[in-house]
């Protein structure tokens, strides 16, 4: 009888400090992309190929961090929500996004209307339907504009969840959540074969190898390596791999000339990330623990909902207002001024307000079980 491995002593389940500093590095990536590459030059004075040409060549790779950000989250998430409800997941996952985005979109909007730039409409983007259609986290399903233009990808992270929430309603065990990954690989290739754009929104088909790869980790992870789990991971970044001329194209037709970049170098970035959370997990790495890792960790987050909607217009208000620092300053200003808001977000608002709202989501999923007391009869 085929036996299911068993999970890997506590020590091993101790916080991977590596995986949090990777998340930094793919926001610090997106945030060199916005910054140096897909923007106008006027940003900061000279061009960006003036006075970083190095930097802002490599830049041109930076958005690949939101594909670094969906490969760890394949590995974390599996791992947060391994033995739980669908409804502990849904609550843990709110409790955790939610807060800090709020945040975000409340600043975002507070700057719009204090501080509007001169390309932007301001009666329409704060409208009371925008704002309220922003705050779902879900603008563009409901056919708004995003406030929060790095937005789009909590929309396919929170698709991510919903995949994650009905495999929950099965439980998770090693086989089926290596049947899942299976059956979503396979319903890629038959989204790409037949060009459906109702399974390709289904199943995420560009972004399907990055999740299941990082399953395929935290599989390795928590129950130690094997053949089969050698060839999930190798399945899914062929076809990850093979799906990523398609992001190629996409950028170069929404940034234009200053975008194009090589399917080569950015399959070797993307493969040295992979390379890099393995060591991270199941390699020599996961033995750091370097406290300064998980507090950059815990920036990630906030610093990467911030960094765009904020940072520019930032840097735009200093490039008119401070003309006697260099472009180097000012964009050393803007993202140290970005990382020292993060921060600010994630000790006032993210964490006390996370806190409270998973308590008494908490409760609210106690309601009603088993375990629950009766309410009292109300006195007549």
């Given at each position: 009888?085929?036996?299911?491995p068993?999970?890997?002593p506590a020590r091993q ?18 945030a060199g992309f916005h910054y140096l590459s897909a923007i106008?030059p ?9 006075f ?7 830049s ?5 961090g939101?594909?670094?950000?969906f490969l760890?989250s ?6 947060s ?5 669908p409804?502990?997941?849904a ?7 939610y807060p800090?985005y709020w ?10 209307a ?13 409208h009371p339907?925008?704002?309220?259609a922003?705050l ?8 708004a504009?995003?406030?929060d233009g790095?937005?789009w990808?909590l929309?396919?992270e929170?698709?991510f969840?919903?995949?994650m929430?009905l495999l929950?309603?099965?439980g998770t ?7 899942f990954?299976v ?11 037949t ?13 399907a190898?990055?999740?299941v790869a990082?399953i395929a ?7 130690g390596?094997n053949?089969m789990?050698w060839t999930?991971?190798?399945f899914?970044?062929?076809y ?9 194209a996409?950028?170069?037709?929404e940034?234009g000339s200053?975008v194009?970049?090589?399917w080569?170098?950015?399959?070797a970035?993307l ?7 393995l060591l991270?997990t199941i390699?020599p790495l996961?033995?750091v623990?370097?406290?300064w ?8 987050y ?12 930032m840097a735009a208000e200093l ?6 620092l260099g472009?180097w300053?000012r964009?050393a ?12 977000i ?12 998973r ?5 609210a ?5 088993p375990?629950a007391?009766?309410p009292r009869?109300?006195?007549a």
């Amino acid at each position: 009888m085929l036996q299911a491995p068993t999970s890997p002593p506590a020590r091993q389940q101790a916080r991977l400090a590596v995986v949090d500093g990777m998340r930094l590095i793919a926001a610090l990536a997106v945030a060199g992309f916005h910054y140096l590459s897909a923007i106008s030059p006027a940003l900061w004075g000279p061009s960006p190929k003036e006075f970083a040409y190095t930097l802002h060549h490599a830049s041109m790779y930076g958005w690949l961090g939101v594909e670094a950000f969906f490969l760890i989250s394949g590995f974390v998430i599996c791992m947060s929500c391994w033995g739980r409800t669908p409804g502990q997941f849904a609550a843990s996952r709110i409790s955790r996004l939610y807060p800090a985005y709020w945040c975000a979109v409340a600043l975002i909007v507070a700057r719009i209307a204090l501080i509007p730039l001169q390309t932007e409409d301001v009666s329409s983007l704060i409208h009371p339907r925008v704002v309220l259609a922003n705050l779902t986290m879900f603008p563009a399903a409901l056919h708004a504009g995003l406030l929060d233009g790095v937005a789009w990808t909590l929309a396919v992270e929170a698709h991510f969840y919903v995949l994650m929430a009905l495999l929950l309603v099965f439980g998770t065990t090693y086989h089926r959540v290596m049947g899942f990954c299976v059956v979503w690989l396979t319903a890629g290739i038959i989204t790409s074969e037949t060009n459906n754009k109702f399974l390709d929104d289904l199943v995420l088909s560009q972004y399907a190898g990055l999740f299941v790869a990082g399953i395929a980790v935290y599989l390795m992870y928590r129950f130690g390596q094997n053949l089969m789990l050698w060839t999930l991971l190798g399945f899914a970044w062929c076809y990850e791999l093979s799906v990523l001329p398609a992001r190629l194209a996409g950028h170069s037709r929404e940034w234009g000339s200053a975008v194009l970049c090589s399917w080569t170098v950015a399959s070797a970035l993307l493969t040295a990330f992979l390379a890099l959370l393995l060591l991270a997990t199941i390699g020599p790495l996961a033995r750091v623990r370097w406290r300064w890792l998980m507090t950059a960790g815990a920036l990630t987050y906030p610093f990467y909902l911030i960094h765009q909607s904020l940072g520019l217009p930032m840097a735009a208000e200093l490039a008119t207002h401070t003309p006697w620092l260099g472009p180097w300053a000012r964009l050393a200003l803007t993202t140290g001024s970005m990382l020292l808001l993060a921060w600010l977000i994630h000790r006032l608002v993210e964490k006390p307000l996370g806190r409270t709202l998973r308590h008494h989501l908490d409760r609210a999923l106690a309601v009603g079980s088993p375990a629950a007391p009766a309410p009292r009869p109300r006195e007549a």
